[in-house]
């Protein structure tokens, strides 16, 4: 879907309604009938005129914030049978094995290889292996 149709989407109630309630006003002879069609002009003309600044925040966005985490190291919480939880920094996330018949123990550590919705998949971390540097999110 365009972004500028996004955009007058978003819009469109808000105009409806302010456009109901002023020509309402203005049948009940409360508010003259010309402000009645002046105001709602007048926030169309305003929200196409910010558009170029807005139009931003009504693009799709393809990034879903997870790719900071692939290739992270993360602790498991509970043991990983395929399923589970792990540590990562302060939060503790779901996590599967890459693996279906794989298993980690509780503390051990892993990387995370995808991410499917809010489950992390992880595989085990060779033991040998030795942290990198800075590595302070596990």
Avoid: N
């Avoid at 931003?56 to 993360?74: F, I, K, R």
């Avoid at 939880?85 to 509780?106: C, D, M, N």
């Amino acid at each position: 879907m365009p972004v500028f149709l996004r955009y007058l989407l978003f819009q469109l109630p808000s105009w409806a309604l302010l456009t109901v309630l002023l020509v309402a006003l203005a049948l009940s002879d409360v508010l003259p009938l010309w402000l009645a069609i002046a105001l709602p002009a007048a926030l169309i003309v305003k929200d196409l005129v910010v558009f170029p600044r807005v139009r931003v925040a009504y693009e799709p966005s393809v990034e879903h914030g997870g790719g900071d985490l692939l290739g992270a190291l993360a602790r498991a919480d509970t043991p990983l049978c395929p399923e589970g939880y792990v540590r990562l920094g302060p939060e503790r996330w779901q996590a599967r094995l890459t693996e279906p018949a794989g298993r980690v123990a509780s503390g051990d550590v892993v990387r995370v290889r995808a991410i499917d919705h809010l489950t992390l998949v992880v595989e085990p971390e060779a033991s040998d292996a030795c942290e990198p540097e800075g590595a302070d999110h596990v």
